[in-house]
């Protein structure tokens, strides 16, 4: 037997080749891609043989910034900007005080279902509060793959009580325990100051992590800065060196022309959630000049309180009709937005030699959409090929039929192989009923 799996007569779309769409299979073995192949499978080379014809195949899509913590809170933030959710939702903490950890470790696990579901196999979880080795649980049980981003601070309201080393050790050694990408959070714009930034930065380098912080995220944040400082907070972190390529800001809504040179120059990576900002009315970032500039920018969704969805088809349509409006018709291409949602994101998490493309050697971390149906029909291939078109602006997660991660085959016909999902929705719907009654 030649494979353990074998994917057959799919429509083959990656960044290696230029997004150049063909007819090919896939043959997976010990979880990685042992083979990408034009043509079709023999059904005798593989012990499990899956016809995908008509199906795109493509690399599994990557969410750099979500809060899982917050889905149980889905709809509750809408008509708010965020610093009107601030205040609105201060009192309870962002509603540590009315729920326990059982409610957001089942919040975590409905985000991550939601998100394999919908075609994504990695997501960064920027946990507003640790849950210890349930953090880890949570994400490892779904079956997606991912990062978990520690807050530095013990409680974000008092930014100079940090994690200590014991603790801070303890997530590191469960973290990669599970094969999970620990990361450090960073502090918030309003707490800027060169000492205490230091301090968090000297930790993430001595513990070789990488470290993420929400950057210039909106106006008042900003405001915030220039009032202390006369700058920005891009050109603040670089005037005291802390940009640098193991930093994931989040966002970075307002970068001047020269704050996207200091970006490149540093390799600070970009992560930006485009219908977020939309929402929240934070603002548009400048993503056609970052990309231009050779800055790495990847998508997110962030939480469910700002977005209410984790599909990142949805933030590759909103990308390109953002920036089309904004910035001109051709401001983007469509090879740029499929970049963030797939390589782009591995390289952000330093993993593009491991995931990102469909290349053998790589894992066998990826999805097929279906294209049987009205809104993805038809279809060209060669020179003037619409699959593509098809993946930025026809496709949602809902189209994703099966979703491969580490050769294991999570979703199967759109069914999540791993969990009972039933049971997380009912407990989540008991969390938001919960925080209703108390609000």
């Known amino acids: ?62 969410n750099g910034h979500c809060h899982g913590d917050m889905t149980l809170a889905r709809g509750l933030g809408d008509d708010m900007t965020l610093l009107e959710q601030n205040q609105q939702f201060a009192d309870t903490g962002w509603f540590y005080t009315l729920i326990d950890d059982e409610d957001r470790f089942y919040s975590r696990q409905l985000t991550y279902c939601e998100a394999l579901l919908s075609g994504t ?12 080795a349930d953090s880890v649980r949570a994400m490892k049980e779904v079956g997606i793959r991912g990062a978990l981003a520690e807050d530095i601070r013990v409680d ?56 993420t912080c929400h950057l210039a995220e909106n106006r008042w944040r900003q405001e915030i800065i220039r009032q202390k400082y006369n700058t920005s907070a891009i050109d603040y972190l670089y005037r005291n060196q802390l940009l640098c390529s193991k930093l994931i800001g989040s966002h970075v809504v307002y970068a001047s022309e020269e704050e996207i040179k200091q970006l490149a120059l540093t390799e600070t990576k970009v992560v930006n959630t485009p219908l977020c900002e939309m929402k929240i009315d934070d ?15 990847c998508l997110g969704t962030d939480g469910a309180m700002w977005n209410n969805s984790n599909d990142i088809f949805r933030e590759m349509k909103g990308m390109s009709l953002l920036h089309t409006i904004h910035s001109g018709i051709r401001s983007l291409k469509k090879t740029d ?75 199967k016909n759109g069914k999540l192989q791993t969990v009972d999902v039933d049971k997380i929705m009912k407990k989540v719907q008991s969390a938001l009923e919960k925080i209703s009654r108390a609000l």
């Not at 800027?192 to 301090?199: F, I, P, Q």
């Not at 603002?283 to 920018?297: F, H, L, S, W």
């Open 156 to 211: 974000f309201k008092n930014p100079d009580e940090l994690i200590s080393r014991e603790d801070l050790t303890d997530f590191i050694e469960n973290c990669q325990e599970k094969e999970l990408i620990p990361v450090l959070g960073g502090i918030s714009e309003e707490d800027y100051d060169e000492d205490r930034l230091k301090r968090v930065h000297g930790t993430a380098g001595e513990r070789n992590m990488l470290l």
């Open 283 to 297: 603002g548009i970032a400048p993503i056609p000049d970052m990309v231009r500039a050779g800055v790495t920018v």
């Open 121 to 132: 196999t990695f997501i960064m979880e920027n946990m507003y509060w640790g849950l210890g």
């Open 1 to 62: 037997m030649k494979y353990e799996t074998g994917i057959s007569g799919a429509v083959i779309v990656s960044s290696h080749n230029g997004y150049r769409p063909f007819v090919g299979s896939v043959g997976i073995v010990d979880g990685r891609i042992a083979e990408v192949s034009e043509g079709k499978l023999k059904k005798e080379d593989c012990r499990v043989w899956i016809d995908a014809e008509e199906k795109i195949l493509m690399p599994g899509l990557v």
């Open 337 to 411: 937005i499929l970049d963030m949602a797939t390589i782009n994101g591995a390289k952000c998490f330093g993993l593009e030699n491991e995931y990102g493309t469909i290349e053998a050697g790589k894992k066998a971390d990826f999805i097929l959409i279906e294209t049987k149906a009205p809104h993805m029909q038809p279809l060209l291939m060669g020179e003037r090929e619409t699959v593509t078109s098809a993946l930025v602006y026809n496709a949602t997660g809902r189209d994703v039929t099966d979703v491969f991660v580490d050769g294991r085959h999570v979703v």
